[in-house]
């Protein structure tokens, strides 16, 4: 009996350090070719394409301001990617479900060679967080870094 | 606990099943560039649970002591481990853990366990630790030992608020005199502002010292309020054997350039004064700090990233902070590059830094032999084609080495002496 109690002592144990990896399936795993299949997905819808990480105070207020407008606007597309590891998932999870944003598509960098994965997004940006892509319905985008202001998503609103 | 239920039995095993399944999957993911690394010829493996080699730890950093041994910090799990060599990184001392008690540690380009050396060969480390409550929250720790780096004494909080918030990015500096200092991004400032109902934008640089080895520290010091709350801090030591700080400093809420100030063990000397002014209008974390080495006049060799009105890309000039002037100003490279570090031997001052192409990572030098006048044509030291850290630079006496430590190929120590060619 003490071999059973001590073999459930460490499958819940595994189960407390398994919830991470239960978390990551509420992200999508972003590697050097997603970008691609996220605006494959999007082909001639206009969206907004969002980098971010869990240590960037700015994304966090970012993200107010995202909550609000998915809020208002449930129809519009936004793409969050996080730029952090496998071992911040449940702390994206639970960023995104206190923003309301648990229901948008969300990505989480899955390449430990984060160059390649920024360059696969734009080999013109540096690193700083968070950056956004506004993309238009005819695939063009422009990119902004730091956090985007009420005014320019009204404008983005307007323009969908 | 015992449970006599055995469909509560069968239940679990099934649900570890199912996790275990995806636990697998996701470990796969997160380790699938570490299970192989080549090294000089051999081929080294990092397994799941990681050997406590330095090759297959967390951010690896390194500094020479005053006999030319290379000594290392890095992490494994929640434990901070150094270790030594003395045939520059072919081959190291076994690890000895310097936090007996495990604990989170912060571990990325920007901010990582650092080692350096008291008067009397003490081993100083420090790191910033991952304290619960708060995503940015964070203490400034450190540890040292008096017999050669085979014991450590108990881990203590460097800063002495006694507030759980975010104290990070910590830098240890020990000038020439043998004092330590100490500077990093504390949030206490932010804390009693939010209590009083006021905003507080960024973090602010605090700082202290230790004149008895790390004995004792002094209470911390205030340098400037709202700087930049995730990038790395420079110092160097000044003509009169103080520290000098090189920090991102938030300017009128929104601007993020750099503030500058000299400090000593009884007090700032240069109040905080701004460094750079290329105008970089954002609200964002550039995750990119800058980097600092006094010249042979008592000036400061800078390099610092921006994408101000001014300027944009990565950028060398040598200030004067009398006068509040930089010279030289020379753009060392834009798009694909990242995370510059400076040494100086005598009149030889060393440029590295990081570039992707797309393919592969490769760290560039420029080499500069008149105070960063004129700058030889760039040179690439050292490549990889997966991921990697930021490049630093060590030297000892007039060696400088590249100090890069990449997935494939573990921890280099590259001497830059005759740079040049690739290795």
Redesign the interface.
């Known amino acids: ?1 003490k071999t ?2 001590k073999a ?2 460490i ?2 144990a ?2 407390w ?2 919830v ?3 978390a ?2 509420d992200h999508q ?1 972003f590697r050097a070719d997603s970008l691609k299949q996220i605006e494959k997905k999007y082909a001639g819808k206009s969206f907004l394409l969002v980098l971010w ?9 970012e993200m107010g301001l995202l909550g609000k407008l998915k809020q208002e606007h449930p129809q519009a597309n936004i793409v969050m990617i996080s730029t952090d ?3 911040k998932t449940a ?1 994206i999870t639970t ?1 995104l479900e206190s923003h309301g944003l648990s229901s948008i598509d969300s990505w989480l960098f ?7 994965l ?2 696969s997004i734009d ?9 956004n892509y506004i993309y238009d319905v005819d695939a063009s985008r422009i990119g902004l ?3 985007l202001t009420q005014e320019i998503l009204d404008e983005w609103l307007k323009g969908m | 606990m015992v449970y006599r239920d055995n469909r509560k039995l069968l239940f679990m095993l099934m649900r570890n099943f199912v996790s275990g399944i995806l636990f697998i999957l996701a470990g796969c993911i997160h380790t699938v560039h570490d299970t192989k690394m080549h090294m000089d010829g051999e081929t080294l493996a990092c397994p799941f649970i990681p050997a406590l080699s330095v090759n297959c730890g967390r951010t690896p950093t390194t500094a020479y002591d005053k006999n030319g041994r290379l000594w290392v910090s890095y992490v494994i799990g929640e434990s901070v481990y150094v270790a030594y060599s003395d045939d520059q990184g072919k081959q190291y001392s076994e690890p000895v853990k310097v936090n007996a008690k495990p604990e989170k540690v912060y571990t990325n380009g920007e901010n990582r366990p650092k080692v350096a050396f008291g008067r009397n060969g003490e081993i100083l480390v420090s790191w910033t630790q991952e304290v619960t409550g708060g995503p940015f929250f964070g203490d400034i720790r450190f540890s040292r030992s008096t017999d050669g780096g085979k014991t450590f004494e108990p881990v203590r909080t460097v800063n002495d608020d006694g507030l759980v918030t975010s104290h990070r990015f910590e830098t240890l500096f020990v000038n020439t005199a043998g004092d330590i200092f100490m500077a990093w991004l504390d949030k206490r400032d932010m804390v009693a502002a939010q209590t009083a109902g006021r905003e507080y934008g960024g973090a602010a640089l605090y700082y202290t010292w230790s004149k008895d080895n790390g004995v004792t520290f002094a209470k911390n010091i205030k340098v400037a309020d709202y700087s930049c709350e995730c990038c790395r801090i420079a110092l160097s030591e000044t003509q009169y054997g103080d520290v000098a700080a090189f920090w991102r400093h938030i300017y009128n809420k929104t601007t993020r350039d750099h503030g500058f100030a000299e400090l000593a063990t009884d007090g700032v000397v240069t109040p905080a004064q701004r460094a750079t002014v290329d105008n970089w209008q954002i609200d964002a974390c550039p995750h990119h700090g800058p980097t600092m080495v006094t010249a042979s006049d008592g000036t400061y060799h800078l390099s610092w990233f921006t994408l101000g009105e001014a300027r944009k890309g990565i950028f060398y000039g040598r200030y004067n902070p009398e006068t509040g002037v930089i010279d030289n100003m020379h753009a060392v490279a834009a798009a694909g590059a990242g995370h510059s570090y400076l040494a100086r031997t005598g009149n030889k001052l060393y440029l590295v830094w990081k570039f992707f192409d797309g393919e592969k990572t490769t760290i560039k030098l420029s080499i500069s032999v008149d105070e960063g006048a004129s700058w030889q044509p760039e040179t690439i030291v050292a490549e990889t084609t997966d991921a990697s850290d930021h490049p630093l630079l060590i030297s000892y006496k007039d060696n400088v080495s590249l100090s890069w430590h990449t997935s494939k190929e573990g921890l280099r120590i590259i001497p830059l002496n005759q740079a040049g060619s690739v290795k």
């Open positions: 009996m059973v109690t459930v002592a499958l819940l595994s189960v350090l398994l991470p990896a239960i990551f399936a795993a990480e869990i240590s960037c105070f700015p994304c966090h207020e590891d496998i071992s702390e960023m899955a390449d430990t060679n984060l160059e390649k920024k360059y080999p013109e940006w540096f690193g700083e967080l968070p950056r870094s730091g956090k």
